[in-house]
């Protein structure tokens, strides 16, 4: 056996565990920063507050499957707990390390010391306290299983000293851990035969299948899959928020985002489905418009790698427990061969719903109004993005409109949401572009939600990450124009501006004061340019789109087309 510090011993593991960089707010877990410098090639990213540390980290992991990794002394560790919030609602798998009380300080009123512990366990997968040294290699060696083995998600470990001192400076006895990669899937399950053959019956015997792929398909790398699944039967293909990248926009049997953050044209596709298939999705109250969509009697495969989804929501269900692409592999041998010719009029009607959609909103991405719709400005993106574009959107409107409207043609482009934390776009982001320096990262965002973390774009400035950050601003939190008109009596009155107007700022130019790259767009014309200048240049550039304070994205409905 070798003796090491377990300061040591921390950095050596992460690098073998095939971490980049940490993320963190100090001080920390000092003489393990130090080790890193020394002995591996980990980057240490200091942020401007521990949520967006937490953020940083989960856009890494959303973006390149491997474990994020983000650090807080005991003070920040609440702030970080509430920066994993997104992460255990997208399944994302990061660690979160934080110090924790020392012995002799407990329960005595030690100055800013309060038991941090009980916070993260409602957002994380699993929750660890580590006293000695001796104890680092097993937990943290569990923490990284539990992060990316079945569903994957956030887990913490509490390291003794209020920086995580005690931990790091104490001694074990334990060899370097041999290099091994933490990333998600964990492990393949495999599915059992018997629910394989019980679901290939199902799907031969339906009449109107529709598939939804989801982020497991994603994590899974089982793309190529899904669509041979659709293709093979002759299926209309959804996906959810989170399984955006993983079909095609413009395959021919893609229907779009179903749900609450909807085209409402794959709404209408499903509630006229006699089998609906998810693959790798949770079926949660967004993607089914709180479970409307498909309706509560519709019958049901649901492939997951967790045991306790399928049959969750829909009673009419055949479980199929197991990893999506192993999953999907033993079912596209078990399915018999199709008669294609027999589905065609449920394909045609799932192109007439598609293209009569595409009519309605045809005045607002065509629009060529002083004040630019963000219908057009998200389908101008589309069109304008690299082909390697990764594109991180923020919650909110920002996630209603590239849900509905942007689209991904190419294959190496990706997509990735934030789960419900407005403001986390922009640290996403940052992290997103640190672990895939071989991609293009562009955030989505509004005014409101770039203001949340505003700061971090010194982050993005003082280690020059080459991050396109696009900012439909219409100087307002617009998303709170319905509820606030209800609030009013059915008509915005009174001082209303108050609760949702900001002053009119020029985000570019701020921008520029952090050393960020600004340029302020305010026709569609300007876009273009615009996004050839950032490809252009070097480190983080900030892109100002003014657009109309009025545009209310359209959420989805269970109302069926005639």
Request: a negative charge.
């Amino acid at each position: 056996m070798v003796e090491t510090t377990g300061a040591r011993y921390l950095a050596r593991a992460l690098d073998a565990a095939g971490t980049t960089a940490v993320f963190l707010v100090p001080t920390v877990l000092s003489a393990t920063l130090v080790a890193m410098e020394q002995e591996t090639g980990i980057r240490r990213i200091v942020t401007h507050g521990e949520k967006a540390a937490a953020y940083m980290a989960d856009g890494y992991a959303r973006a390149s499957g491997r474990v994020g990794v983000c650090m807080a002394q005991n003070i920040g560790a609440a702030n970080l707990a509430a920066g994993l919030r997104d992460a255990v609602l997208g399944c994302s798998p990061v660690l979160a390390i934080t110090g924790g009380p020392y012995p002799y300080s407990r329960g005595r009123n030690y100055y800013q010391e309060i038991e941090d512990l009980p916070l993260f366990k409602p957002v994380t997968r699993s929750s660890r306290q580590v006293f000695e040294a001796e104890r680092l290699p097993d937990q943290l060696a569990q923490a990284l299983r539990d992060a990316t083995v079945g569903k994957p998600g956030p887990v913490h470990l509490e390291l003794a000293g209020h920086t995580g001192d005690l931990v790091e400076n104490g001694t074990l006895d334990a060899p370097p851990p041999p290099p091994r990669e933490a990333r998600v899937p964990g492990i393949r399950i495999e599915p059992d035969r018997d629910a394989v053959r019980a679901a290939a019956a199902a799907i031969a015997a339906a009449e109107r299948p529709v598939v939804v792929a989801g982020g497991g398909v994603r994590a899974s790398g089982a793309a190529a899959e899904v669509v041979a699944l659709a293709e093979r039967i002759g299926a209309p293909i959804a996906t959810s928020m989170n399984g955006k990248d993983t079909v095609p926009s413009d395959h021919p049997l893609a229907i779009g985002i179903p749900g609450l953050y909807a085209r409402a044209s794959a709404n209408q596709v499903l509630l006229e489905a006699d089998l609906v298939i998810y693959v790798g999705s949770q079926t949660g109250s967004q993607l089914t418009l709180t479970w409307q969509v498909p309706p509560p009697e519709t019958r049901v495969v649901h492939l997951d790698i967790e045991p306790s989804e399928p049959g969750r929501h829909y009673a009419d269900t055949l479980p199929l427990v197991a990893d999506a692409r192993s999953g999907l592999r033993a079912l596209l041998e078990a399915l018999p061969e199709t008669d294609l010719d027999a589905g065609a009029a449920w394909r045609e009607r799932a192109r007439e719903l598609a293209a009569r959609w595409r009519e309605e909103v045809a005045r607002h991405v065509e629009s060529e109004a002083a004040e630019l719709r963000p219908e057009r400005l998200v389908t101008e993106l589309s069109r304008l993005l690299p082909e390697d574009a990764i594109v991180v959107a923020d919650t909110g409107h920002a996630g209603m409109w590239t849900a509905a409207h942007l689209d991904l043609a190419h294959p190496g482009q990706g997509f990735i949401r934030a789960a419900g934390s407005l403001g986390w776009g922009l640290p996403a982001g940052i992290g997103a572009q640190i672990a895939r320096p071989d991609a293009r990262v562009v955030v989505f965002t509004g005014d409101g939600g770039l203001l949340y973390h505003l700061s971090e774009l010194e982050t993005a400035a003082r280690w020059q990450i080459p991050l396109t950050i696009v900012v439909n601003d219409n100087s307002s939190l617009n998303q709170e124009i319905n509820p606030y008109t209800v609030a009013y009596g059915g008509e915005l009155s009174g001082r209303h501006g108050e609760l949702w107007h900001f002053r009119e700022t020029d985000l570019a130019a701020v921008a520029e004061s952090l050393g960020v790259t600004g340029i302020r767009v305010t026709s569609a014309s300007g876009l273009a340019s615009a996004i050839a200048q950032a490809d252009e240049t070097p480190g983080p550039v900030l892109i100002d789109v003014v657009t109309d304070r009025a545009a209310v994205a359209p959420k989805g409905s269970s109302e069926r087309a005639r």
